[in-house]
DNA sequence: CAGTTCTCACCTAGGTGTAAAATT
DNA sequence: AATTTTACACCTAGGTGAGAACTG
């Protein structure tokens, strides 16, 4: 998955240890067609059987608090599929659905039963973080050329499609010299998430939880 | 380093958590130089001042028992350097000299300050491997052709430099066409370890440990 | 014919020994 | 003269979109 979901961790207890994990939930039960002429996704039918969950469980882990606060969480190695048979692990979806990536933080002494194939538990130890403006529509081929430039542009595997001969403008060329520049990023506290899903409170152990979101471009 | 050191372990408890770790000590207090006309090393002169110790810590560390008894242990992403100034974290060595690797099972519960850095500790939550066949000799340059042979024809990373104009032999030509096979690997138990080392006895619960060495060949 | 699959050239990233050049 | 460093071609391994081929 390109552009990567990449993350920042405040709040956590330094020296419990945690997983994180992320699954990528159905936006709504519809199934979506491109309209090419209004540059819009438009429904086009309810929404495919649904496909057995799968979890991607972030390689750093387990790690303790500490060292994922330490560093940004990125999901660059998450990888989709749209074959409901696959044996590689890969999170399974639909093509032509939206979809809504979630970032779950689990505490080490409530995971009894994390698993890759494996809904995430819900409850006292696991805390989940949803961020809108990650919904995205699968597809098997892009539908228009605003995604494939950002593709093109942004991932360093894609370099080979880059044409140098259409010159950046001024803005864009001065930026490429800033190698270290990354785009804004966005903070959601545990607080803002509770209440954008009128969830009834939560224990006093995650009251400082913080996630903050980037785009890996 | 290639060819890399891979071990299997035995006699762990399963649920206690582990480091293993990997060192390289000097075999002796002397610098060589090779003598092409007579094929051997030869003492040329004492060793040079001993270097800033480095630990490589294996980086499925920390595991369970059970996981690193279930897997081969491989060093395979362990890097040497002659630079004493160093910053990557390889280990680092003299070149002309004689070194021996040495594997640590490390119990978590004992590993306060285990580093990079730092010399392994030693005591009642540690255990030393060494396998006197793994003993090997530094160089900047392949000194005869053997070895110069059994890189090219066994590293993956060197194919380019296969000849493969030279036929193999009969029976190399069948052993190619193995593609699991392995070389037979040896056994060492700790007994057999604490006996060579004259230690002075081990604990109870180190008794079964078991460690079995074979070349990545 | 919209959607999907497959092969391919072209990248990133990094592990090899070679041979020339530099060092001591 | 022996040893070390450096630039380089050639690999492994795997992530890209293009475009042809395929599917229903």
């Keep these: ?3 990567a979901m990449r993350v920042k961790i405040v709040g956590l207890d330094p020296h419990q240890q945690y ?3 992320m699954d990528i939930v159905p936006v709504d039960n519809k199934r979506y067609r491109y309209v090419y002429h209004s540059s819009k996704w438009m429904v086009a039918g309810n929404a495919d059987s649904p496909v057995p969950p799968r979890v991607y469980i972030h ?3 387990l790690a303790s608090g500490d060292t994922w606060m330490r560093q940004v969480v990125s999901f660059d190695k998450l990888k989709l599929t749209n ?3 696959d044996d590689q692990g890969h999170i399974i979806l639909h093509s032509m659905h939206k979809y809504q990536p979630r970032v779950h933080v689990i505490r080490k002494d409530f995971s009894s039963d994390l698993s890759p194939t494996k809904p995430v538990p819900s409850g006292e130890g696991v805390k989940t973080f949803s961020f809108p403006e990650t919904v995205f529509t699968t597809v098997t081929a892009y539908q228009n050329q605003q995604i494939t430039r950002l593709k093109i542009d942004r ?3 894609a370099k080979g499609f880059r044409d140098s001969g259409r010159n950046r ?3 864009e ?3 490429e010299t800033y190698a270290f520049w990354r785009p804004p990023v966005r903070t959601l506290t545990f607080e803002d998430f509770t209440n954008m ?3 009834q409170g939560g224990s006093n152990f995650w009251s400082s939880l913080v996630i903050t979101f980037g785009m890996s471009v």
């Design 1 to 3: 998955m390109f552009p």
């Design 19 to 21: 997983y994180i994990a």
């Design 59 to 61: 390689p750093d882990s």
């Design 83 to 85: 074959n409901e048979l």
């Design 155 to 157: 991932n360093p595997f």
């Design 169 to 171: 403008t001024g803005l």
């Design 173 to 175: 060329a001065i930026m």
């Design 197 to 199: 899903q009128k969830q």
